[in-house]
């Protein structure tokens, strides 16, 4: 995760834009005075958080979203309570096209999530065995990166590893009034989903 995190620092490296933009009714309760004025390592969740959700429907645009990208993957992975709804975090990333990116920019994207993924299975996991509950951080994951447009079945072989038993069992006990409410909105994701959970196999 570290080499991932520092890599996207690195590819999105960047002097903060001159203004963030929205609609003028909003932006004034989005506080993006200080996400310009702070360091951007040194940026809360708190504030991001108040940028992320509502980027690119009432703040911001490419050049913001790009410069604050860094930070708010960070703060996503790493502390969940910050800035919560992993699924809209990467969902972000369509709304942004991130598709048409640089290469350099999509494979350190990619890299990032593939990271991500695995870290929180390692907390699911963590969880599972200090508290007898299995968090939802790896679906969480998945269903972020099916809103993204990446395709799932790399993860969702993971999921038939042995380690990972325990969140493969809870996910099938869930399944599917249990999940995540945001599979909703991204039907194919959830289809190859159910598909894994159902045949037993990614």
């Known amino acids: 995760m570290a080499t ?19 609609c003028p009714c909003c932006i004034d309760t989005r506080g993006v005075d200080v996400l ?13 958080w108040r940028y992320i959700s509502g980027a ?11 410069y604050l990208l860094p930070r708010i993957f960070e703060l996503a992975a ?16 369509e709304r942004a096209r991130w598709t048409t990116w640089e290469t350099i920019e999509k494979e350190a994207v990619c890299q990032f999530v593939d990271a991500w993924f695995d870290y929180a299975i390692e907390q699911d996991l963590r969880d599972a065995a200090e508290d007898w509950l299995v968090s939802s951080q790896a679906e969480s994951v998945l269903c972020g990166a099916a809103y993204a447009g990446m395709p799932l079945s790399g993860w969702l072989a ?22 995540s409410a945001f599979w909703e909105d991204v039907p194919g994701g959830f289809e190859q989903l159910s598909t894994l959970l159902a045949q037993g196999s990614a």
């Open 36 to 48: 310009l004025s702070t360091p951007l390592r040194e940026l809360s969740g708190h504030a991001l």
């Open 158 to 179: 993971r999921l038939f590893e042995p380690r990972s038993a325990p969140l493969l069992a809870d996910l099938i006990e869930r399944y599917p009034h249990g999940m």
């Open 56 to 66: 690119y429907l009432t703040v911001g645009g490419d050049r913001d979203f790009h």
């Open 78 to 93: 790493f502390s969940p309570f910050e800035i919560p709804d992993t699924e809209i975090v990467l969902g972000k990333l």
């Open 4 to 22: 991932a995190v520092e890599k996207l620092y690195d590819v999105f490296s960047a002097p903060p834009p001159p203004v963030i933009e929205g």
